[in-house]
Every structure is written in C-alpha cells, then in structure tokens.
C-alpha cells in the first residue's frame, strides 16, 4: 500500500486530468493520495468523490508559491486538510494566479516578437482546464512545433532563466502569509522540499507561527537532506511528509508514487 502526498493535476500545470491521474494512482499501487495542485484548491471535491470511486483516499492539498522577503529567496508550503472552502487560502491565492496569467500572457507575446510560431489559442489549449497558463503550457506548444524534445530543456533554461526573452518573474505571497491562511482554514501546513529551495534557514521560523511538518522524502533531496529534517523534525516534533511531486509529462523524474513513505508518518494527514 503506496503514499504519495505531493501529486499535481491539469488544474495547474501537469498534462494529466483529475480522474487521469487517480488511475494512474490506482495502477501504481498508490491508495492514499495527496493532490496538491499549486495555489489553487479548484477540484480537490472532485477529486476527493473521484478517488473513492477507485478505491482511493484522496487527501485534499495545495502547494502554495511564496516567498522569504528577508532572505530573498522561494518557499513553497503544503497545506493539507483545510475546510475546502478555504476563504483564507483562496483570498491569499487568487491575486497570485491572476499575477501569473498576465505573465504567461506577456511571454507568449514576448516569444511570438522574436518570430516563435505559437499562439495564444495553442496555449490556452494546453491550459483549458488550468486556472492560468503556465510556463509548462507553453513549452508543450513549442515541443509540439518541434523546437525542443522536453520541456526542461535547454530551450526552457534559454528563455525562461537569467536573461532570456521570458525571463520574468512574479510576485509570490509572503511564507507566512501562506502558513497563517493554511491554519486559518483549519490545514496542516507542511514546508515543501526545502533542500530543493534551500529553505532551512526559516524553519524555525516558520514553525513559531504554526508550522506542522516538514517534506523529508523528494527527488531533489539527498542523505544531508534527510539528517538536516529528521534532526529538526525531531526536535520540534513535527510531521513527516513526502511524494513524487508528479506532474506528469510535464517535469519531475519521479513516477507517481515512486517515493516510499512510511504509512505510519502521514496518519495524522489522513484522518481529515
């Protein structure tokens, strides 16, 4: 009996469907699934009615994109079992997806001035069941228009890192912002792969104003990773958590539910 609690769907930028990826699930011997789509918490009822049609608990999440201002650098936080209607979460979130989409708007426009055959029609294709277009949309346009085999390319590095064409970030919301909504809604908030991010500066922090678990197992993490977790999980008796971070055909390396994870570390994630 498998655990996965870090899966993304078509809602946000992985090319596999709700209902897609709870087969997927299904027919990789995972039975308690953690769907934690980025900032938004669109389908998590449907996921949930999906996934007892199979057979499969789904435990209802998001992953949300923010940011420590202090040290200027990306934090991303899990937040698990919230009431779905999740008032605090959405408002906190919503202004980041809008963010997101003019900046995808502006890369699409960006990539057709430097005579890149692509459309937004192609894109918004690509992204017709997400809540905004990412940068994931628009690589599978440009792998379709056979510019590059793979969406973390040397294209995407090209255009998208340092001083490509695309280059642009966004303003993400601040890290404890995202642990105070994820509490405010009544969630477990968990710091997401902090060795991939380089987050462990702020655990500490993060855990005086409620933090509730670190992700230990993730494709990016090492055995550092793991001794620097387990000896501050330890101290501050918080959870353990773990998953693929699958997005399908769209990034990571991991196969969904490819990331063992003791059943006994997430039971407090699965009574909610």
């Known amino acids: 009996m498998k655990v996965d609690l870090h899966v993304h769907t078509s ?18 011997g995972v039975r308690f699934l953690g769907i934690t789509d980025h900032d938004t918490v669109e389908g998590l009822e449907e996921a949930v009615a999906t996934g007892r049609n199979y057979g499969i608990q789904v435990i209802p999440g998001i992953e949300i994109s923010a940011f420590d201002y202090q040290r200027g650098r990306k934090v991303h936080i899990l937040g698990y079992n919230f009431d779905l209607k999740a008032s605090h979460i959405k408002k906190l979130c919503q202004p ?4 997101r989409q003019e900046n ?18 192609e894109v918004q294709e690509k992204a017709r069941v997400s809540t905004c277009i990412y940068k994931q949309h628009i690589m599978a346009v440009l792998m379709d228009k056979g510019y590059t085999d793979r969406i973390y390319s ?8 340092n001083k490509g064409i695309c280059a642009r970030d966004i303003d993400y919301v601040d890290v404890f912002a995202a642990v105070e909504a994820v509490k ?3 969630g477990q908030a968990i710091l997401a792969h902090p060795g991939q991010l380089d987050s462990y500066e702020i655990m500490e922090e ?7 678990g670190v992700e230990l197992y ?7 990773d793991y001794q620097i977790i387990m000896k501050y999980a330890q101290k501050r008796s918080l959870l353990l958590t773990g998953g693929s971070d699958y997005h399908g055909r769209y990034g990571g390396k991991t196969a969904l539910g490819g990331m063992p994870l003791p059943l006994e570390w997430v039971k407090p994630l699965l009574v909610g």
């Open 11 to 28: 809602i946000s930028d992985s090319n596999l469907s709700i209902e897609e990826t709870i087969k997927l699930s299904r027919k990789n």
């Open 154 to 161: 040397h294209l995407y590095y090209t255009l998208f890192r």
């Open 218 to 224: 993730h494709e990016d993490h090492g055995p550092k």
């Open 206 to 212: 993060l855990w005086e104003v409620g933090l509730d």
């Open 96 to 99: 980041l997806l809008a963010r």
């Open 104 to 121: 995808s708007l502006w890369q699409i426009k960006s990539l057709r001035d430097h005579g890149f055959d692509i459309s937004l029609q």
């Open 184 to 186: 405010k809604d009544g």
